[in-house]
Structures are given as C-alpha cells and as structure tokens.
C-alpha cells in the first residue's frame, strides 16, 4: 500500500514540475523574449500610444505573469481533484 501511494505522489509531482517547467518557459519567453530579444520586431506595432515592445516590457510580462499564475490554479485544482489531494 505505501508503494503505491508513494508512486501517486510522485507521479503527482511530476506533473506539478511539468505544469511549473511550461509556465516558467512561457513567462520567460513573454518577458525577456518580447521585452529585449524581440523588442525591434514588435516595435513596428503600438497598443495606443506606445511601441509593443515597449509595452511588453514595462507591462504586458506583469499581465502575462498574472494570467499564468490563474492558469497555475486551474491546472492544480484539476490535478488535485485527479490524484484525492485536498487542503484541510
């Protein structure tokens, strides 16, 4: 019995890893990608006033970040109720 729920935690925290490894990823991407790497190609559009690159920089990665950690949520609530865990 406590192979098998040795085995539930693990593959439970696994996939937490995979969630947060994905998450991370896009965040970096969205950020350093789109606020420094690819800052000249995006600002050749605006939202508004001012450049997209620009705006990725100063905000878009704070909102994406927001975003991310909602989807973070909703994944690990699904992953939870998958596995039994509950909070108590």
Known sequence: ????????????????????GVLLSIWFLVSY????????????????????GFWFAQQGSIYVFIVLILVYVVLMNRLDRRYGFREA
């Open 1 to 20: 019995m406590a192979k098998i729920e040795a085995d539930v935690r693990r593959a439970y925290w696994r996939t937490n890893l995979v969630y947060l």
């Open 33 to 52: 990608g789109c606020g420094i790497l690819f800052v000249d190609a995006l600002n050749q559009y605006r939202i508004g006033s001012a450049k997209l």
